[in-house]
């Protein structure tokens, strides 16, 4: 929080350093003795498990109306046999709903908002100094938590703490920043439905994403509301726990995928929710929603370096659900003009190896951008053949591309960048090429197969939106 | 070839050189004046497409019996309405069979054979040189060709020449080296079947993988060589172009797949061949043939960091055909004397996020070993906690872990190391890790889902041989 600049007042609460400071801060016995002057918004509350119903009611005397309970070892430890954890909770409960406290977990991570300077993320320096009881290696990185603190469009609901806070941590390679992050925890009071609706009507975010396990609450409860949230911004939802049968392997297997799966399926075509199936393809999803436009087709041009990653590429879009149209021989003969037929092959996919030019590529794109037949154009490769061999340098090659379609052509370009490479210095420059992407209005993707099923989802998405007469 | 030592003499024709020489070599005017003291084993032909029949006439007269074609421009570049290349290439096979002439391609990039220093493989810098009519920039890189002509154990064939000389030049990083790699090219002479039957016997060669499109001959007799080889040896193939809609989008697409890949699918259950479905699962496939013994169960025990991506993935291990069976009550209290219950869960998956550590995975790993009802083990996690924040070195982890498994277990231990990753640092480690891990003894994969269908697929060819009394 310090690194994070927060601007109000922390007041740290433990009995036992009372004379001590930490970072600059005192120790105060209690919560009672902590001044009046400065209203308490925020409990964070980091004690053993079964003391939290007690400071649940000492804040409540307080006036404090907000916890985070950041503690493990409620029902989440329950057993068949054993609800010591379910009481705990529901003590928690009652004492809170005495005083109109609102709870946050327990067992979660809390809350990023970069506006208010809360966060839970912390720059690679403190994770270290968090284990400084081990010889640890004294290992440059982020210093302070500079951009993972930026304020972005993205909201993030996860009931992992792990995944909340990992996907924070990532964003500044991403390429987006977050409008909040919620790590959820046990849900015991406030809930994955309380900051959904709560996100619906936020300004500041623009796209919701979720990682959850189950609901709380009535399915209806839940349609009803991702129909009204859907019709205003795109919800991604990752469903983990798809397979029921991890602790129960002797029970029959695909009987398990077909029920839950199924139902999270059609409930996604109900309510124009995108599914997605784990962490990368969320990270794609929430990239290419941020950056595109709807395709208006599901006709793609898939641009390619040689005959074999051709034929990869057509194998892999058309497994994803696009079509792949061909090029007419108007446009054939026009590009004929300045690539010869030997070594390419200009229907579609479009490969054009051996004689492959940043000024080529763009003249390319810049033709496909007008024909009605494609709404998306994959560009299945890396950049590094144009860097390392034909000496453009990356930054040329990325505003080169990202002003090649047509302005206004509604069309988009998805880029690839393969994490196979030759040098390494491919892979750095792999990685630099997509925390440029976002910013000049393109995605990077890690495969031809992801770039293919975000764009199809992506379509999708319009489409319902398209039903509905939302768009 | 002189940067790959090859020992022979290595003559050039080409009457336009005849007063200038190329790195030390001098040029002839044609074939016949290429002295006679040294048989000529092996003519490759970059002469364009028209010229190559008289060429193979030369050769015949020359006495020399294997020509590799490595131009372009034959029929691969016919319409329905034009044959030109299809004539050509018959041509071709009328003078070479007058002679006794063996023709390779055309349209390939040839053969890498490290024993006979014979390749196609080129240094980092060879490749720049190739682009030196642009302003290449002078990127630091590998010079010499290297570990590129290690004498390996994997035989490659491939349809594609692109394909064929990336997987040759990833061989460093992915940690296995090849015995042969031959790019077929329009295979008017020696085909598939050829090179399969060659490498069945092949002593040199352990594991026969492949990149195919098409088959030139009988289904029948490529399906009883497959079996015979499959007997022997494991055979890995990626089909490409399964979808054969690319060019045609408008017709029915799952049709398509469902004709072509159905076929395929059965002629592996018949064969017991791998079928793996693009690059990336193909060098994962060959990882784990060259380091695994087959997992005698699909039973499996995952690890993980966190309870997110704990259930992220056993998803991902049962959607691709692993169980995961629970631990026995037993072996948990066992663990749970040294990893307290609380944010830790152990029963499969096994995640002990915070009090994780290199010793106590270790712990673990061995403890697994001993249970019945195991066959292998994930590690979900890649090495970066252990190393950046509990301050091991990354050469410690890997010997740690790959003595972990008691010797004669005959369990194997999967790793996961993943691309994402919060810092530059962690995805240099994620490399290191990678390109050490095959000579350490296990495979570290890009997913869960990576790892689990490697396995399964492993296990798949396992059963395959003992139904058939190999193994």
Redesign the interface.
């Known amino acids: 929080m310090k690194g994070a600049q927060f601007p109000n007042p922390i007041y740290l609460v433990n009995p036992k350093y009372i004379d001590e400071d930490l970072m600059g801060y005192k120790f105060y016995d209690s919560i009672s003795s902590i001044p009046d002057e400065t209203p308490v918004d925020l409990a964070i509350i980091a004690v053993p498990a079964q003391l939290t119903p007690s400071i649940i009611e000492q804040l409540g005397k307080k006036g404090v109306s907000f916890a985070h309970i950041f503690s493990?070892?409620f029902s989440e430890?329950d057993t068949e046999f054993d609800k010591k954890g379910k009481k705990l909770e529901e003590e928690l409960i009652r004492n809170a709903s005495r005083y109109g406290i609102r709870i946050l977990g327990p067992n979660c991570m809390g809350i990023v908002a970069p506006k208010s300077n809360l966060t839970f993320l912390m720059s690679?320096r403190s994770?270290?100094e968090?284990?400084k009881e081990?010889?640890?290696?004294n290992?440059e990185?982020?210093d302070d938590l500079g951009n993972l603190i930026n304020n972005g469009q993205v909201a993030f609901i996860?009931?992992?703490?792990?995944?909340a806070f990992?996907h924070g941590?990532?964003s500044h390679?991403l390429g987006y920043s977050f409008s909040k992050i919620v790590s959820l925890g046990n849900q015991i009071d406030l809930d994955l439905l309380d900051f959904l609706r709560y996100f619906k009507d936020d300004p500041e975010t623009k796209i919701i994403s979720m990682?959850i396990?189950n609901i709380k609450r009535e399915g209806n409860e839940f349609v009803r509301l991702l129909k009204e949230t859907t019709a205003k911004k795109p919800v991604i939802i990752w469903k983990?726990?798809?397979?029921q049968?991890?602790?129960?392997?002797?029970m029959s297997?695909t009987g398990g995928?077909a029920g839950n799966y199924k139902m999270w399926e059609s409930m996604a075509c109900q309510t124009g929710v995108i599914l997605v199936?784990?962490?990368?393809e969320l990270?794609d999803m929430i990239q290419t929603s941020l950056t595109y436009p709807f395709p208006q087709t599901l006709?793609t041009a898939v641009l390619s370096?040689?005959?074999?990653?051709a034929?990869?590429s057509?194998?892999?879009?058309?497994?994803n659900g696009l079509?792949?149209?061909?090029l007419t021989q108007e446009v054939t003969q026009k590009i004929n003009q300045f690539i010869p037929?030997?070594?390419s092959n200009l229907?579609?996919?479009l490969e054009f190896?051996g004689k492959n030019s940043l000024e080529h590529t763009v003249k390319i794109i810049k033709m496909l951008g007008e024909e009605p037949q494609f709404s998306s154009i994959i560009m299945a490769s890396s950049p590094e053949y144009l860097?390392?061999?034909?000496?453009n340098?990356l930054d040329d090659y990325i505003k080169a591309i990202s002003n090649a379609l047509p302005p206004h052509s509604g069309k988009i370009l998805l880029c690839v960048a393969s994490?196979?490479?030759?040098?390494?210095?491919g892979?750095k420059m792999n990685?630099e090429f997509s925390s440029k992407s976002l910013s000049n209005g393109f995605v990077v993707y890690?495969?031809t197969?992801a770039a293919a099923k975000s764009c199809y989802r992506w379509w999708k998405y319009g489409k319902y939106l398209e039903k509905r007469k939302i768009v």
């Not at 996860?158 to 995944?163: L, P």
């Not at 199936?277 to 990368?280: I, K, L, P």
């Not at 079509?323 to 061909?326: A, G, N, T």
């Not at 994490?419 to 210095?425: A, D, I, L, V």
């Open positions: 493990s070892g430890l690679f994770m270290q968090a284990n081990f010889d640890s290696k290992i990185g982020l996860s009931q992992s703490g792990g995944i990992t941590m990532l390679s990682y396990e983990g726990g798809i397979f049968t991890g602790h129960q392997a002797v297997h995928l199936d784990n962490f990368v990270t006709g370096m040689s005959g074999g990653t034929v990869e057509t194998d892999e879009v058309e497994r079509l792949m149209p061909l037929e030997i070594n229907k579609n996919p190896g860097v390392f061999r034909r000496g340098s994490s196979m490479n030759m040098f390494e210095q892979i990685l890690r495969s197969a």
